[in-house]
């Protein structure tokens, strides 16, 4: 079965940093593309980053509102997705998806984990 | 970025009813666009990727059609299960985008 676990949640003062993490399981991990999707409480879904693979240099994406605060990496040896959160903000506070995109060329979100919650407040 | 501005917001059914929500993308995407439900407390889960392929699973009475800026996901026959919210998502482009979704409610 396809799994993905997040973890690393929790409350953080504005300005303050944390590192989120997501273990895969079921599945090649090596051979995802692997994505960040937030939803803030109440709200829709915002895409945050993404870390496409080996093959692809491991380049990185990311969303405006994230953009030179947020880095997504991954360790294909340990089957993990992290984001390391900085210079965080209240409007950072939401429950973050550790997203498997497909292995197609223009993948969609395949699987998601069940999240975890970050909250911005002081 | 590209915009999806999604309608309805909010939609009353019945179960049985045949149920149409629709997704527009501010420039052209191809086909390029997936829609999910979300349940309470849930991560989504993909129903159609592509615009129209079903993903693997998903009860045939969801379907999904459109290409360039217009889309739309179709429920035939609504069922119990299928109240929840419903986000459709452009990857056409390096930033990838979301619909505000769709709630729908039982009537």
């Known amino acids: 079965e396809v799994q993905l676990v997040e973890s690393g949640g929790g409350l953080v003062q504005p300005g303050g940093s944390l590192r989120l993490s997501c273990v895969g399981s079921?599945?090649?991990?090596?051979?995802?593309?692997m994505d960040w999707v937030r939803q803030a409480p109440g709200k829709g879904l915002e895409w945050v980053g993404r870390?496409?693979?080996?093959?692809?240099?491991?380049?990185?994406e990311y969303a405006a509102s994230v953009k030179g605060r947020f880095i997504v990496s991954r360790d294909d040896s340990k089957n993990s997705l992290y984001l390391e959160m900085n210079s965080l903000k209240s409007e950072d506070t939401a429950v973050y998806y550790c997203?498997?995109?497909?292995?197609?060329?223009?993948?969609?979100?395949?699987?998601w984990g069940q999240g975890t919650l970050v909250t911005v407040s002081s | 970025d590209i915009q999806m501005t999604q309608s309805p917001s909010t939609l009353s059914a019945s179960v049985g009813d045949r149920v149409t929500i629709t997704c527009r993308a501010s420039?052209?995407?191809?086909?390029?666009l997936a829609w999910y439900q979300q349940k309470p407390g849930k991560g989504p889960k993909v129903l159609i990727y592509?615009?129209?392929s079903l993903e693997s699973g998903v009860p045939s009475r969801f379907s999904g059609s459109g290409s360039g800026t217009e889309f739309t996901l179709t429920i035939s026959s609504l069922q119990p299960d299928d109240f929840a919210t419903y986000y459709c998502?452009?990857?056409?482009?390096?930033?990838?985008?979301f619909g505000g979704g769709t709630k729908v409610e039982i009537k």
């Open positions: 870390i496409r693979k080996k093959l692809n240099s491991y380049t990185t």
């Open positions: 420039q052209s995407i191809s086909t390029y």
């Open positions: 592509r615009a129209s």
């Open positions: 079921g599945f090649t991990f090596s051979d995802h593309y």
């Open positions: 998502q452009q990857y056409s482009g390096y930033s990838l985008t």
């Open positions: 997203v498997r995109a497909d292995s197609g060329s223009f993948p969609h979100f395949d699987c």
